[in-house]
């Protein structure tokens, strides 16, 4: 599972909040709102 570096919260990956632009996805921290990583797989999150 993922952890925060910025408050150090262990999450699910489906507890993550998710941005998508374009054919980029961007992943969020549901806790303080840091980011988590980028993705260019458009279908990442089935
Ligand atoms: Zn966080």
Do not use: Q, W
Request: charged letters at 20%.
């Amino acid at each position: 599972m993922p952890t925060c570096t910025h408050c150090e919260t262990t999450l699910d990956a489906e507890e993550l909040v998710r941005h998508e632009s374009g054919d980029l996805l961007f992943v969020h921290c549901p806790s303080c709102g840091a980011s988590m990583g980028t993705y260019r797989e458009p279908g990442i999150g089935r």
